[in-house]
């Protein structure tokens, strides 16, 4: 790591402090202190334990599931960082609640994406360090540096190395859940030189999918579903039971880079025909959501990487694929 002057420190809220962890082992330096509580009636409290006078601040925090709670949280550590003086802070945020309201999808839709981005930047981060955002113009939604990580590479990677992948052979069909996720599922398709293929949906209303048709030949074929979040597992779930009895594949396997996971969400991949689901750790699941079937990969290297660049004042586009 290159240091510039000003010394480096890394807190984190009570959102993923495994991950935060692992990130601090990375760089081989302990978490800064501070407390992150509530008082009695439910307020968020912060106190920071040690001068951040000068310093390079990166707050470890994502705002996942409790998501207002978390928000919170991570607000409140910036405005004390702030006020005590922090030379530059980073939110580094693995998972960016509220991403999925981006847009007037009806009249009078707020785009609380942007509501949130404005928040954070009035409360004092300088930058934002994130990984999949559930659609890549919210970057343009901040009037300060966005730096956007990849999940797919690391998925791909770990995936690469699985027996069925090498089993499957040419058989072996990259499959997006929508239209919207194509792009995703073509990166993937390319990472592990495979076919693509689309599961054609309509969705009459929220977190309710009917699928309509398969675009690809996946008769007898291994499948792997690519999306970039498991919400209440609807879509995942349905599309991979297209893909069987619709399509006729022989296997199912998935994977996601945030796994948020409400709802019934457990039950339904429990009780799925998806055999290996691979998730990235961007939200830190309890153990009750913890799956036999869930294959975990750690973000940590990729975030660890991205925080001494921007330390350093190095580029972190290389570190994006």
Do not use: W
Request: with cysteine; aromatic share 4%; net charge neutral.
């Amino acid at each position: 790591m290159i240091a510039h002057g000003n010394k480096i420190k890394l807190f984190c809220g009570n959102a993923c402090k495994d991950l935060a962890k692992s990130i601090s082992d990375k760089l081989k330096m302990k978490l800064s202190d501070c407390e992150v509580g509530k008082f009695s009636d439910g307020e968020i409290s912060v106190t920071i334990n040690e001068s951040v006078r000068g310093c390079d601040v990166f707050v470890i925090q994502s705002t996942s599931i409790p998501t207002n709670d978390n928000l919170m949280e991570l607000l409140v550590m910036i405005d004390a960082l702030k006020r005590a003086s922090a030379g530059r802070i980073t939110a580094v945020t693995p998972y960016f609640g509220y991403a999925r309201q981006d847009r007037k999808a009806r009249a009078r839709d707020p785009i609380t994406a942007k509501l949130v981005a404005d928040i954070l930047t009035a409360a004092g981060a300088d930058r934002i360090l994130t990984m999949d955002l559930h659609a890549a113009q919210i970057q343009g939604f901040f009037n300060i540096p966005v730096d956007h990580l990849l999940g797919v590479p690391i998925l791909a990677k770990a995936i690469a190395n699985e027996p069925f992948i090498k089993e499957a052979g040419d058989d072996l069909v990259v499959v997006s859940p929508d239209v919207g996720s194509v792009g995703r599922a073509r990166q993937m398709a390319k990472k592990l030189d495979k076919t693509l293929a689309i599961v054609d949906k309509r969705r009459p209303k929220a977190n309710v999918m009917e699928v309509m048709n398969i675009v690809g030949d996946v008769r007898g074929k291994r499948c792997l579903i690519v999306d970039d979040m498991i919400d209440t597992a609807g879509t995942i779930v349905q599309g991979a039971k297209a893909l069987v009895e619709v399509g006729g594949a022989s296997d199912v396997y998935a994977c996601c880079t945030h796994p948020v996971m409400s709802g019934p969400a457990i039950e339904r991949l429990q009780n799925s025909v998806i055999k290996k689901l691979f998730i990235l750790d961007t939200i830190e699941l309890p153990k009750e959501k913890q799956l036999d079937k869930f294959i975990t990969v750690s973000v940590a290297p990729i975030f660890a990487e991205a925080i001494a660049a921007i330390y350093g004042d190095l580029p972190v586009s290389k570190i994006y694929d």
